[in-house]
């Protein structure tokens, strides 16, 4: 009796160790399986983000580069295949294996054949906007260009027609500027296109200085003429293209001394309202004077190499830039075969002969030390 009461009791023990084991054995595989849904669970996650993002930073892109008509999804009613064809001319979309034309006349989400721009890219935006315009460019123009005696002849307009066309460019050029400051805004406009003298890179930069000067009420008191002016210097400043201020009025009709120094009061008033402080080295004039003086590559070579020996000497303190760069393009042009007259170089540099021969003397000192 006993022994089968062990028998019982070692059974039953058994029993219990084997079903524990089991348990066991579900709940790790039940934790692993977990673990393995978790991982693939962030690993999935961590694509769409990936993904997300890189979508998000992708650019879209022109409608004038994509020529893709309409395509068709789902299955052919005739052989049932998946495979489309697109015709891009005739707008078809035809099947791949039985040919059947699944859908026509499909409309172009690209741009449109006719081009009137000078460019290659179709898209139907038109022209961009400009500063250098007072309403930026959004409106058309009848141009002055094509009302003169020669573009008249260019586009076949004699007598009553060119009349009567002259008389609509002033009456649209009327109806665009009825409030003053429109109207102020297209005088500048037309005097920095005008009389600027400037690359379009260029024009676009003294545009929207004249601009800012409009906001930060610097135009209020002075003339549009001498703020315009101020403006196309500094943007030739800035771009290190530098135009002496005597060339500017010239080209603005400021010539006298009355005018000439409100130019300069200006120029310092918009320079440091705008902060436009670029300094004016006379390396940038070298260039300039020497196509001027029309003087050898060797020359201005030479030049340079002078400039970079003495250009951190204090001695320049204090002196105009054009004519640090006028007596050291002499002094080149003297040890060369191509040599100019001082008068020729004061009348390029815009300085006396008598600053030219002080400027010299310095230089001479400099490069004997």
Known sequence: MEKQ??????????????????????????????????????KTRTGVEKGSRQLGIKPAG???RRRNT??????????GSNSWDSDEIRGETTCSNCGYVASENMIDPGAEWVNHSSGDDRS??????????????????????????GGARKHGLTGKSL???????????????????SRNLSVAMQFIRDRGDLTPQIEQEAAALYRHSVERGLVTGRSIRGVTAACVYIAAREAKIPRKIEDIGDAFDMTSEVEMKELKRTIRLVARNLGTHHITGPEEYFEK????????????????GIWDQIKDNLSWQGKKPSGIAGVILYFASQRSDSTRTQSEVCKVSGISEVTLRGLLKILNQMLVE
């Open 5 to 42: 009461l062990g028998k019982a009791k070692f059974l039953m023990i058994r029993k219990n160790c084997n079903c524990l084991y089991m348990s066991s054995t579900t709940i790790q595989l039940q934790v692993d399986k977990m673990s393995r849904d978790a991982k693939s669970e962030v």
């Open 289 to 304: 004077f020497h196509s001027d003086l029309g003087l050898p590559p060797s020359v201005l070579g030479d030049a340079r």
């Open 62 to 64: 022109r409608p004038s």
């Open 124 to 149: 139907r935006v038109g022209s961009p906007t400009t500063l250098t315009l007072s309403d930026k460019g959004l409106s058309t123009e009848i141009r002055r260009s094509d009302l003169t005696a």
């Open 70 to 79: 309409e395509s068709i999804s789902g299955s052919c009613e005739i052989c």
């Open 163 to 181: 009349r009567d066309w002259r008389r609509r460019q002033r009456i649209d050029q009327r109806s665009k500027t009825r409030d003053s400051r």
